[in-house]
């Protein structure tokens, strides 16, 4: 049975408190009930373990298919942003990423930074936008 919450912080305190027995929440939920054992991850959804804890079998190790999806933010701005500005965000966000104390800040809550470029950006939302699309077509999802 499907349990609607309104996020992932929710979902995992309701999981902590065994109101429900399984849940798909992000990792960075997670991280924090990992430690002290209140929350057992039992697989990942991507296709190759995790830097955050490689004992995280992933779903396509336990039977489950080709699975490979994961929560991700990307830093966006409005169409008409002139390039010379996206380009110096980018820069400068990158450079942000790849600092080793902002790294292992993330990595604390269990998020792994993946920086790229805008047009790296550009090209995964296609991709992904497609691959869903052909999901929510061949489940006939609706949004009620």
Known sequence: MHV???GGAPAAQALVAGDIPLAIVASSTVAPHVPNGSIRVLAISTAQRSPLNPEWPPLRDEGAGDINMSNWTALLVPKATPRPIIEKLATKVMEIL???DVKSRFAAGGVTTIPSTP????????????????????????VD
Not at 119 to 142: F, G, M, Q
Request: proline fraction near 7%; glycine fraction near 0%; charged fraction near 35%.
């Open 98 to 100: 790849n600092m080793p």
């Open 4 to 6: 609607p919450y309104k």
């Open 119 to 142: 047009a790296e950006l550009d090209a995964r939302i296609k991709r992904e936008l497609a691959a869903y699309r052909v999901v929510i077509e061949k489940a006939d999802v609706h």
